[in-house]
């Protein structure tokens, strides 16, 4: 992002602080006017042409851009929840806040149901299991992915139906 002196183009399309597009005009004069008003000539669009400068704070628009940034990179994560079906109450509960915390704030979470020794053949419990899961969430969450036997875990996938909060 080129700032102020760095615009080497002789001409840009302005765009001043209130958002308003002041047309095409000649780079050192935009940079006066820029100047004038205690602000600074961004380039917004490199590739546009001619290329689109805003007048701004800088040091502003430099942070909004990085919030925006970080807001883009943290997206919606896999988390992951591991039961067994000899799970107690209380513990499956706690589990079960921590699963909707999860989907409330918009990420995916896989559950998986581990079998240990000869509790393999117990599999329809696993799916009980699961399915009481997906009974619990299904006013914030959908499953993506119906429960699936791989080795000695089944599992399936949570998927929010609610859009993420918004200014985090």
Do not use: W
Request: charged content about 35%.
């Amino acid at each position: 992002m080129r700032v102020n002196e760095r615009i080497r183009e002789p001409e840009v399309r302005v765009i001043d602080e209130t958002g308003e597009n002041l047309g095409v005009m000649k780079t050192d004069a935009a940079l006066a006017l820029a100047r004038e008003k205690g602000f600074d000539l961004v380039e917004v669009a490199a590739n546009a042409n001619p290329k689109v400068c805003r007048i701004v704070n800088y040091g502003k628009f430099h942070y909004q851009m990085e919030k925006k940034e970080r807001k883009q990179r943290h997206q919606s994560q896999l988390k992951e929840m591991k039961f067994t079906i000899k799970i107690g109450e209380h513990d499956f509960q706690t589990k079960m806040r921590r699963v909707r915390q999860f989907l409330e704030k918009g990420d995916m979470v896989r559950i998986g149901v581990f079998f240990r020794g000869r509790e393999v053949v117990h599999a329809s419990r696993g799916r009980d299991l699961l399915n009481r899961v997906a009974e619990q969430v299904q006013d914030i969450a959908r499953v993506d992915e119906q429960p699936r036997a791989r080795g000695r875990v089944l599992q399936m996938l949570l998927v929010p139906t609610q859009q993420k909060p918004q200014g985090d």
